[in-house]
Every structure is written in structure tokens, then in C-alpha cells.
């Protein structure tokens, strides 16, 4: 009898459950918090093919998520790289709002461990992954920036170290994720961080031609548009009109003086 | 540990049938019926449907969901009864088929069932007693309320003075005017330098805890966790129905609206109306507030926005 | 004095039958928002729309009225386009009754985009209140034109606006009610073309299926409304600049003060509208600030020039009292006490917790009802008194104290509730602003109130009428 109740309840509680699925909150933990709104210092990267290119350049040209790992990881760093792999082809906006940079901690990777990690991704040929490597004290004075830290363990020859995805934006930290798994919903909105940190309006499908400023996401700044002339036309016009309208007559005198109030026309009784 | 087992096995066997079933019907509900109607959850601008599928004929059901319009043209009796119930709303058709509404239909019957146990009552008594004035509007009132007065006295003294008439002292009248100016722009002056450093627009580079993604719609605000941009982002969006938010906790609301103007106005547990802005339809409006007090806030639609305006609300708790 | 023409009687004919009406149209909404009338419950949105409208469209062309039968001391607007704009306004009208009543349309007086073009009623009442406004504008656009090409005839651009008297030039005299009949006719037309570009939009959308902005909308509707309305209050301002010195026995003349105030005045009124769009979070923080700056301003040419003048005209004047001083006088006070409430609102902090309740109601009825209301019906009482008896104190005592504890009254329940959070635009209160409904149910007997002042100045008036056809013949 008592099992019986307890399937019962058991049974509403998933009904719920169903109903109130995906009703888990995302929050910004203490850390994640405190790595927001700093800036990362610019280094030289060489990258996968072996060309140098310097950080800022790369942020410049687009957003970029960044997350630090090393090629022989036997921990979390392939699982996460393929996480992130997977959910930004989800999510959208891959190439057009935001590339992915992998930068490697361990001095001893070299451009050819980057490029043999992207190739175990599958992503050698995707010009949106980035794979770098760096100066050790350039790659330290970033992961200071971050708050990142490693730790080799003489022992194994691995490194110690959280995961971490930070969302960059010409230089900024927007967003940063931290530990492994991240979740889908954690993933998506970061993106729509990325698009602009402020998305002030969206652009439906079919929508209006005219607007009274652009807003571009990106570098935050507001442009007016062809709206806004719509706006001021109404009063520059009225002005307009009345120079036109008061240009034309043929007026006697200018000093003419006003007739004078009849007599007649105060007395009331 | 039968009972621990009888649950995860109950959970096991209910989630899956849940999710694959309950998807694609309750999703239909959320798009298009959920504006209107709760099930157990009580009247909105349509009825509560919680047993619906008892009261009413399944083939009715059916007409009613696919032809609302067609049923009230050839004046079907329900359908003219429910449309003086709901005060002369009618229900729109959303161009739901038939195999649509059977699939609501069985949903609403399995909601219904589910909530065997009646559901306690929303605890809102029938009416409130007026709140206690905020602190803005207490200022606000007492300061009109005075200056009426100051006004009112002027107006009745220089009335009355006409009884003794005499000619005017021109200069002193402007050396006084003069007065008036400095004082009134000295006031204004102050007020402004005052006010305008506490506006409700976020700053730039502020910081959130939290952000909460507002969609308003003719007639409901859908909260989720994710933007919605359109009607059809509805299906893909986890909506969540019953939003709670952490005490004092600064929390971000982007609200927007997917057909005409509506007004995010959120009321506090006090009743007092504490902030509030714009929802359009292609914008996304910052409301940043900070929930100091724990209890149960209201969101009332504060801009015009049709038939349902004002049974147009939704309820957060904070905790 | 001038003998009353014919139009302005027309005009005087106009308002005795719509206010009445749009008064009882008022006191149904507050009666529905008092929990009673249930069975009426349904209509509350279209009256909506429709006292709104009718109430705007009212109290702007009464004021141009009598503006424009002021104006013929000075200056010669054309006969015709007078009859054509009572007959455009006639039709507009009508046009309206009919989307509302039998269209159901009911998008309220703001028709703010798309609402008129998703709000459940059918497709031909939009289209419908589309015409009327397009004749409506296109009608008041002319009326508008002609009283500018009136004065053009006689006073240069500059001589109009009183820029002479600024550099210390007294000569032409201006009066000051060309000078504000210019500045709010230049603002005026600003405030139509607005106008026109919206409803523009609007067929576009209707016919063409374009889409518009929202925001883009609401700014150029807000900049027609906000004008529309000011300007209105400046011709009743204007006429009560001509009419009051000759009951109080002292001239009231431009000056360099009163010339700066009302140039000012022109351009402040163009930018103040922004504060209608505080809650628009997405208007650029700039022109949130201009606007309560420029709102904040604009209250210095209304209280220091206008109002303290007036004060100073009557002051120890050899006053002639009567009805028609004593509705210029009250007026201009409901100017001041709804300027207050104006300002107070539009203070961004403030907005944020009165926008849109009924404090925003409160404001604008506070200097429309007890404002711009009587001083017309104190210009229209002044332009009736050729050869009449004068009223009996007991009459002019009965008509005011009922004006104004009806009126005041009535007031006094919005700005309480405004207070309270109760929200405006309610057909009925939900359980959390329930408490409205009581203020609701006062300030439909407050408004009857005054509805039965109204009614009994309305007799006087036609006494009148009748007095001065006698003494005549």
C-alpha cells in the first residue's frame, strides 16, 4: 500500500517535473563573475599553419571565444573542446558573430601539436577554430588575466587546471563559463552576450525599412539611421513653410501701425 | 527502499512517455492557447480548462478549437454563452487542424487528470485594501498637493484684491517677476542636477546576477531564460512558468513583445508599483531592478494593447 | 464690440453638442471602472477611443476658433476655408463615430503602431480611421495655412514672432496674440506633418504590407500628440491675452519678455515630447535627458510670463468681474496646478514609478478640463455679451462652484489613485488595484457634477444669445 502511494506521488512529481522542465536557472558563480569586464593583454600567437598573428588583431576582426588547453591533456581538455565544438555548430553564429580560439598553456606544444589537435577534431580545415601556441611569459600574464592557473605534476607530466571559456570582445572579457560540463542554455546565451552585450533590438524576418538609429552589437556604438530624418523633417518643414509663406505677400509699410481700439468694443453694457 | 525504487522506476518509465508525448501538444498549448487559458490554474482572459474535456463533447471540442469564428457566426449556444462570459472577447482562430486539436484535447485530458487532487486556490482574497504610498509618489503627491494649495491662495488673493483697485507699480511687479524667475529656476535647477543621476537605465558597463528574457504578447508575458525573438521561437525556448528569483539578488529583465506595445510594470509584495518599461515588438528594453523584499510580485501590462489589456498580468516570487 | 460671426457661433453650436456627449462618454468609462455597468463592460475600449479623440480633436479646434475670431481685429483669415474647416472637422467626426460604433475600433486616441492593425476588430474600421484622420489633418493643415498667410499678409515673418521687440523695438506693435498665434501655428503644421507621416506609414502597412519601425512610430506620434496638445493651450492662452486686459481695465502688450518667452517656447516645445518615450529604454540616453530638461524649461515662459502676468494685470485692477473674467482667471490657475502635475511627471525617476497610471490622466485633464476648457468657454461667453444683460451673481456663483468642485473633484480622484499605482486605461481593476474601483465611482459623480455646471453655463450662454437678438431688433 505504501509503495503504491509512493509510485503515485513518484508519478505526480515527474508530471511536474515535465512540466516544469528546463525551469533550471542560469547563474553567474563568484569566479565567473570576477573575470568579467577585464581586459586581456595582447601577445604574439603563432598559429596552427604558422603564421604570427597578434591577439588584438585577432579580437579585432571578431569576437572570439577563448578557452585554454594542452595537447596531451588526459583530462577534460579534449572532452571540452569537443563540447564546445559541438554546441557552437549548434548555436549558430559561428563565422559571423564570433570565432573560436584554443590557445595551449604547455611550452613544450609546438604549432605542429596544434595542428594535430585540430585534425583529431576534424576542424583542420575550419578557417573559424583557431589553434595557437605562445610565449610562456605571454601565455602566463593571460592566464593571470583570467584568473586561470596550472600546475604540472611532476609525477604524471600532466598539467592540473580548470576549464574555462571566456567569451572576448575587442579585448574585453564579456563572459566567461568555467568547469566541465557546460550546459546548452550556459553556451547559447553566451553567444548572444557576443552579439553585442546588449542586444537593443532584433531584426525580424520582413521588418521595417526605416529605423531611427542602427546599433552595432559589436563595437557598441549607435549610428543614426534614415527614421531619425523622418523625426526632425516635421519641424525643419513647418519653419520652412512659414519663411515661404510669410516671403510672399506684397505687405504695406512695415512700421503701419495697428488700428486702434474702437471705443465701442470695451463698453459692455 | 521499495518506495526509493518504485520512484526512480516511476521516473524512468513516466519521463520519456512525458517528453516525447507531452512536447509537441504542450508546446502547441504554449503557443497558442496558453495566452488565454491555464489549466488549473484559473480563469485568465479565457476559462480555466482543467476538465474540460468533461464538460464539453470531444466533436465540439474539435469545432470549437479549429472554427471559434465559424461557431460564433451560426450563433452555436455554447459558443455565444462563452462569449458574454468572457465580456465580449471572442476567441480568435489560430488556424489549428484537426489533427492539432486532437492532440490538445488529449493533452488537456491528461493535464486534467494529473491534477486530480484539486489544486489549492490561489490564496488572493477578492479584494486588497489601498498600499501605503511609495516614497516617490508620497513626495510627488504632498509636493502637487502644495504648490495646488500656493496657487490656489495666489489666485484667490489677487481675486480679492480687485476690491481695492489702485494703479500698479510697475517696477516692483517685474523686480518681484524677477524674484519669481530666480526662484523657480533656481528650483527647477536643483531638481534637475538631483534627479537626473538616478535614472532607471543601466548603465553601460554595469553587471547583472541575473537576466531574465521577458516576451509580452497579446495577452500574456513569457518568461524565459533565452531571447525570444519571435512567435516561433516558442517552440524551441525553455519557458519558464514560474519564475523565482533570489532576495536582493540585481537582476537584468529584457523585455520585448511579439505583436504590438505592451508595459513590463512590476508591482512588489507591498502592492506599490516599483519599476517598469516599454515592451516592442523588434526592441529589447534593460529593466534593471534589485528585489529587496521577499514575497510574491505582480507584472501588470501598463500600455494599451487591446481587448485584454487589463487582464493582461503574471506573477514572480522572490525568495 | 465686434459682433459674433456667424462661424464662431457655429463653433459655439459645436461644442455645446459634443462635449456633452464626450462629458457622458467619460462618466461611463469611470462608472465601468467602478464595477457597475457590467453588462456595458465590453464597449469601455471603444468609448475610450472615442472620448480621447473627440476630446483632442475638440479642445484644439474651439481654441483655433477662437483664435481665429480674434485674429479678425487684426488681421483677415478667409471666410471660406473657416466654413470648410467646421465642415472637414464635421465629417472627420462622423467618419469616427462610425469606425467606433459599428467598427468596434478601438486602438485609444494614441492609435499607436500596429495596435490599429492587430487589435481584433476588422480590417475596414482601421482603414475607416485612417480616412478620418487623413481629413481631418488635411482639413486642420489648411485651416492652419490660411490663419499664417492672414497674418503674413500684414506682419512680416519677424515682425510676427516679435524680434524687433527683442532688440528694444516697440514699433509695429504686435499684440501678443498674433505673436503666439504664430508660434503655435508653425508648430502646429510641424505637428500635422508628423501627422501625415505616420498615417502615411500606416496605409503602407495597411496597403502595401510594409512594415514600420515601432519605435520610429512612436516617436513621430508622440511629437504630433504632444504639439497638438500644447498648442492647443497656447490659444487658449493667446485669446485670454486679448480678452482679460479689457476686463481688467489695463493693457496686456508684448514686450521683450513676452517676445523672448513665446520664441522660446517655440523651439522648447519641439524637443520637450521626448518625455512621453522615458520608458523606452531604447531611445538614446541622450534625448531621454533633453527631454526632461526641455520639460523642466518650459515651465519658466508658462509661470513667469503668462501666468505672472496675468496675475499682475488683475492685481488691484479696476476690474469688471463677471463670468467670463472669472473663467479666464480659473483657467489660467487649472493651467498652473496641471502644469505642476506635468512637471512632476516628467521627472525620468519620477516617471518611472507614475508612467502610465492614472496620475498620466490626471495631469492632462487637470489643464485641459479646468484650463483650456474654460478659457474658451470664457472667450466664447466674452464674444456673446454684445447688448446682453449681464448674468446674476447667483448664476455665476451656481456655474463655478459647480465647475469646480465637480471639476476639482474629479481631478483630486486621479491623482489619488495615480498615487496608488492604480493603472490607467483599465476597463476593470484586477484584484491587486481593486481599491480603484472606489475612486472610480467618486469621479463619476464629480464629473456629473460638473457636467450639470457645464450644462447651466450652456443656458446662460443661450440667454445670452437670445438677450443680445432682442436688444438688436
Known amino acids: 500500500m505504501r509503495a503504491a502511494h509512493a509510485v503515485i506521488v513518484a508519478w505526480l512529481l515527474s508530471g511536474i517535473a515535465c512540466v516544469c522542465s528546463g525551469a533550471t536557472p542560469a547563474s553567474i558563480s563568484r569566479d565567473e563573475a570576477r573575470v568579467a569586464e577585464r581586459m586581456l593583454p595582447d601577445a604574439e600567437l603563432r598559429l596552427a599553419d604558422g603564421r604570427l598573428m597578434r591577439l588584438s588583431a585577432l579580437w579585432r576582426e571578431r569576437p572570439l571565444l577563448l578557452t585554454l588547453f594542452y595537447r596531451h591533456c588526459a583530462g577534460t581538455c579534449m572532452p571540452s573542446l569537443l563540447l564546445i565544438r559541438d554546441a557552437a555548430a549548434g548555436s549558430g553564429g559561428l563565422g559571423r558573430d564570433f570565432r573560436v580560439l584554443a590557445l595551449s598553456f604547455a611550452d613544450s606544444d609546438t604549432a605542429e601539436d596544434m595542428r594535430a589537435q585540430a585534425a583529431s577534431l576534424g576542424l583542420q580545415n575550419d578557417p573559424n577554430w583557431l589553434f595557437a601556441v605562445g610565449r610562456t611569459e605571454d601565455v602566463q600574464r593571460i592566464a593571470d588575466a583570467l584568473g586561470f592557473w596550472f600546475r604540472r605534476d611532476l609525477a604524471t607530466g600532466q598539467y592540473d587546471h580548470p576549464t574555462m571559456l571566456v567569451a572576448v570582445d575587442q579585448g574585453r572579457v564579456v563572459r566567461a563559463l568555467l568547469g566541465y560540463p557546460i550546459a546548452a542554455e550556459r553556451f547559447r546565451e553566451l553567444v548572444w552576450e557576443l552579439r553585442g552585450s546588449f542586444v537593443p533590438y532584433y531584426r525580424l524576418p520582413g521588418q521595417s525599412w526605416l529605423r531611427c538609429f542602427e546599433f552595432n552589437g559589436r563595437t557598441g556604438t549607435v549610428r543614426p539611421d534614415w527614421g531619425m530624418l523622418l523625426v526632425l523633417a516635421p519641424g525643419m518643414i513647418a519653419i520652412l513653410v512659414a519663411i515661404g509663406l510669410f516671403a510672399y505677400p506684397q505687405r504695406p509699410a512695415a512700421h503701419a501701425a495697428s488700428p486702434p481700439v474702437r471705443a465701442s468694443e470695451t463698453a459692455v453694457r | 527502499m521499495r518506495t526509493v525504487l518504485a520512484f526512480l522506476i516511476s521516473v524512468a518509465v513516466v519521463s520519456p512517455v512525458c517528453a516525447a508525448e507531452d512536447e509537441a501538444a504542450s508546446t502547441l498549448f504554449q503557443q497558442k492557447c496558453a495566452v488565454c487559458h491555464t489549466v488549473g490554474g484559473g480563469k485568465r482572459v479565457g476559462p480555466d480548462l482543467r476538465g474540460v474535456t468533461d464538460r464539453r463533447e470531444t466533436d465540439w471540442l474539435v469545432r470549437w478549437i479549429t472554427h471559434p469564428d465559424q461557431m460564433l457566426t451560426d450563433k452555436d449556444p455554447i459558443a455565444v454563452g462563452l462569449l458574454t462570459e468572457s465580456g465580449q472577447i471572442p476567441m480568435p482562430n489560430l488556424g489549428i487542424t484537426e489533427s492539432q486539436a486532437a492532440a490538445l484535447i488529449d493533452y488537456l485530458r491528461q493535464e486534467s487528470a494529473a491534477q486530480a487532487a484539486p489544486l489549492p486556490a490561489a490564496a488572493t482574497p477578492a479584494t486588497y485594501p489601498p498600499p501605503s504610498l511609495g516614497p516617490i509618489q508620497r513626495f510627488s503627491l504632498v509636493l502637487f498637493l502644495a504648490l495646488t494649495a500656493v496657487i490656489a491662495v495666489v489666485f484667490s488673493w489677487v481675486a480679492v484684491s480687485t476690491r481695492n483697485p489702485q494703479s500698479l507699480d510697475t517696477h516692483r511687479a517685474y523686480a518681484l517677476r524677477r524674484v519669481f524667475l530666480f526662484v523657480t529656476a533656481g528650483a527647477l535647477l536643483v531638481a534637475l542636477v538631483a534627479t537626473l543621476s538616478r535614472t532607471p537605465y543601466a548603465a553601460a558597463r554595469s553587471h547583472s546576477d541575473r537576466i531574465v528574457y521577458v516576451a509580452a504578447r497579446q495577452f500574456d508575458f513569457i518568461f524565459s531564460l533565452e531571447p525570444i525573438v519571435a512567435a516561433a521561437d516558442l517552440a524551441t525556448v525553455p519557458v519558464v512558468n514560474h519564475l523565482e528569483l533570489p532576495t536582493g539578488a540585481a537582476i537584468e529583465f529584457r523585455v520585448t513583445s511579439l505583436d504590438v506595445n505592451h508595459n513590463f510594470a512590476l508591482y512588489g509584495p507591498e502592492r506599490r508599483l516599483l519599476a517598469q518599461t516599454q515592451a516592442m515588438p523588434g526592441y529589447v528594453n534593460r529593466l534593471r531592478v534589485r528585489l529587496t523584499t521577499p514575497g510574491r510580485y505582480e507584472v501588470l501590462c501598463l500600455e494599451y494593447c487591446g481587448a485584454g489589456h487589463h487582464l493582461m498580468r503574471t506573477e514572480l516570487t522572490v525568495k | ?168 523695438r516697440n514699433e509695429p506693435e504686435v499684440p501678443p496674440l498674433v505673436l503666439i498665434a504664430t508660434v503655435s501655428l508653425i508648430v502646429c503644421v510641424a505637428g500635422l506633418i508628423a501627422a501625415v507621416v505616420v498615417v502615411a506609414l500606416f496605409y503602407a502597412d495597411v496597403f502595401g504590407g510594409i512594415k514600420s519601425d515601432t519605435l520610429l512610430m512612436k516617436n513621430l506620434t508622440f511629437f504630433f500628440g504632444h504639439v497638438l496638445v500644447n498648442l492647443s493651450m497656447y490659444l487658449g492662452a493667446a485669446v485670454t491675452y486679448e480678452a482679460l486686459p479689457e476686463y481688467a481695465g489695463r493693457p496686456w502688450k508684448t514686450n521683450r519678455i513676452v517676445a523672448l518667452s513665446w520664441n522660446a517656447v517655440l523651439i522648447i516645445v519641439l524637443l520637450a515630447y521626448f518625455h512621453h518615450l522615458y520608458m523606452d529604454f531604447v531611445q538614446p540616453e541622450a534625448v531621454q535627458y533633453i527631454g526632461q530638461i526641455a520639460s523642466y524649461v518650459s515651465s519658466i515662459p508658462a509661470a513667469v510670463v503668462t501666468i505672472f502676468g496675468a496675475l499682475m494685470l488683475v492685481y488691484r485692477s479696476p476690474m469688471r468681474w463677471g463670468l467670463a473674467p472669472a473663467l479666464f482667471l480659473a483657467g489660467l490657475a487649472g493651467w498652473a496646478i496641471g502644469g505642476v502635475g506635468a512637471v512632476i511627471d516628467s521627472t525620468i525617476t519620477v516617471n518611472a514609478v507614475l508612467h502610465n497610471t492614472l496620475w498620466v490622466p490626471a495631469h492632462f485633464h487637470t489643464y485641459f478640463l479646468m484650463g483650456l476648457v474654460l478659457l474658451t468657454l470664457a472667450y466664447f461667453y466674452h464674444r456673446t455679451q454684445t447688448g446682453a444683460q449681464p448674468e446674476t451673481r447667483a448664476s455665476r456663483w451656481m456655474i463655478m462652484a459647480l465647475m469646480f468642485v465637480g471639476g476639482y473633484g474629479f481631478l483630486l480622484m486621479f491623482y489619488l489613485a495615480g498615487a496608488l499605482s492604480v493603472p490607467r486605461r483599465y476597463a476593470l481593476y484586477p484584484p491587486e488595484v481593486a481599491y480603484g474601483a472606489s475612486y472610480a465611482a467618486a469621479a463619476a459623480a464629480f464629473a456629473a457634477v460638473f457636467l450639470l455646471g457645464f450644462l447651466l453655463y450652456l443656458r446662460q450662454l443661450w440667454k445670452r444669445r437670445a438677450d443680445a437678438a432682442t436688444a438688436q431688433t
Not at chain 3, 453650436?13 to 457590467?38: C, D, E, K, N, W
Not at chain 3, 472615442?50 to 483632442?56: A, Q
Request: hydrophobic residues 60%; aromatic residues 14%.
Open chain 3, 1 to 168: 464690440m465686434r459682433q459674433v460671426s456667424a462661424i464662431t457661433l457655429a463653433w459655439i453650436a459645436v461644442v455645446a453638442l459634443l462635449f456633452p456627449i464626450l462629458i457622458a462618454l467619460g462618466i461611463y468609462m469611470r462608472t465601468v471602472q467602478s464595477g457597475h455597468l457590467a453588462e456595458l463592460q465590453s464597449w469601455f475600449y471603444p468609448m475610450m477611443t472615442l472620448h480621447g479623440l473627440g476630446m483632442v480633436g475638440l479642445w484644439f479646434t474651439a481654441p483655433l476658433a477662437c483664435v481665429s475670431d480674434a485674429l479678425q481685429r487684426h488681421v483677415k483669415p478667409s471666410a471660406t476655408v473657416s466654413w470648410l474647416a467646421l465642415g472637414g472637422t464635421v465629417a472627420g467626426v462622423l467618419l469616427l463615430l462610425i469606425c467606433v460604433f459599428l467598427g468596434r475600433f478601438a486602438a485609444g486616441w494614441y492609435f499607436l503602431y500596429p495596435l490599429p492593425l492587430m487589435g481584433g476588430w476588422p480590417k475596414w474600421s482601421a482603414v475607416l480611421f485612417l480616412v478620418a484622420l487623413t481629413i481631418l489633418g488635411a482639413t486642420w493643415l489648411v485651416w492652419s495655412l490660411d490663419l499664417l498667410r492672414a497674418i503674413a499678409q500684414r506682419y512680416s515673418l519677424s515682425q510676427a514672432l516679435a524680434w524687433h521687440y527683442l532688440v528694444g
